[in-house]
């Protein structure tokens, strides 16, 4: 099989080699078993980092690596507020809704592989 048999319009191999790094590209940012998570669930508003944990189930530890991640990428914004103890809450910035077709269209693709796998959805 060529490289142009392997992309998923035709195109040369330097266009095929170049779309197989924009999609690693793009699965060091959204990927991961935790990332696109946080993500739906900061659709929902502002959320404390102990509000995030809770909701996800997710460790603290993994938690506050995964929010730097999205922080570093500019998907989240991270405010430290003027509480005693120290609260941080966590939202999406605009540029995060350029995730909106790639995480509705994964939904999608989840739906039909839970139904194809368990029978039932």
Not at 54 to 68: D, F, G, T
Request: with cysteine; hydrophobic share 35%.
């Amino acid at each position: 099989m060529t490289n142009k048999e392997r992309c998923l319009k035709p195109a040369t191999d330097e266009e095929c080699r170049k779309a197989w790094l924009t999609l690693k590209d793009t699965m060091d940012i959204v990927g991961g078993k935790w990332k696109l998570v946080l993500i739906s669930i900061l659709r929902g508003g502002k959320f404390k980092f102990r509000e995030l944990a809770k909701e996800a189930e997710i460790s603290p530890r993994i938690l506050s690596k995964e929010l730097k991640e999205l922080e570093i990428n500019g998907l989240i914004t991270r405010t430290v507020l003027d509480t005693r103890p120290i609260t941080v809450e966590y939202q999406l910035t605009p540029y995060s809704t350029s995730l909106n077709t790639l995480i509705s269209e994964m939904y999608e693709w989840g739906q039909t592989h839970r139904r194809k796998v368990t029978g039932k959805l």
